[in-house]
């Protein structure tokens, strides 16, 4: 893959070659329909803008070199699409690498139960945290779900684990799935958001402290 020498974007340099290098890759990925002349217009940045929706969360519509823009817009890592929908060994794979087999094991813990454990969410994009924020359906608009590598790779510090008869239904209460969920998290070592006063979130579990967000941010690159 060749590399773009300088910016491209809002306020970039567009080099004719870089934009046209930008231009093919946005294409490839279904968000750029114009002609790939190399002339970076408003189709171009709405392009650049409407790609980096979906994974940061302030998008100002300009690709550098080697910085996480241009590293996602060359990866080939397959990330991409609901993440809620894909498949569960996906899933547990956009995990940090330390949060893995603590989610396996309390997943095996509670099948053992009698439960039908799931994961709903391990990495969700920024785009989709930002919906669920729009909604009130989350306090934060980034969250331990949203963690990546540099290059964009998912490496999420959470996880949404539901039973997958009943999701977030009265039932998985009623059959002491919530309760069941939180004590395996807490053997695992992991924090259970059923434990927050004021949000409890009873499918969540991460693998950190909510005072460690702002440090997971940041190398996140986001």
């Known amino acids: 893959m060749s590399a773009i020498v300088a910016s491209v974007g809002q306020g970039g340099k567009n080099q004719n070659d870089d934009v046209v290098l930008v231009q093919k890759l946005l294409r490839g990925k279904g968000l750029y329909a114009g002609e790939v002349d190399g002339i970076c217009g408003t189709k171009t940045i709405a392009a650049i803008l ?118 977030w239904s009265d039932q998985a209460e009623q059959v002491g799935f919530w309760k069941a969920l939180g004590k395996e998290a807490k053997r695992q070592g992991l924090i259970w958001g059923g434990d927050w006063e004021k949000f409890r979130d009873v499918a969540h579990v991460q693998l950190v402290p909510n005072g460690q967000l702002a440090a997971v941010k940041h190398e996140s690159g986001l």
């Open 50 to 167: 409407l790609f980096q929706k979906g994974f940061l969360s302030e998008p100002d519509g300009l690709i550098e070199p080697e910085k996480t823009t241009w590293k996602r817009l060359c990866s080939a890592g397959g990330w991409d699409g609901d993440s809620s929908q894909w498949p569960q060994e996906k899933k547990i794979e956009s995990l940090h690498p330390n949060l893995r087999p603590k989610v396996q094991n309390l997943l095996d813990a509670l099948n053992a139960q009698g439960f039908q454990p799931k994961v709903f969410y391990g990495w969700r994009s920024v785009a989709i945290q930002l919906e669920l924020y729009k909604k009130g359906n989350s306090r934060l608009k980034f969250s331990f779900h949203n963690a990546q590598k540099p290059d964009g790779t998912p490496n999420s510090y959470a996880a949404d684990i539901v039973d997958s008869r009943f999701g």
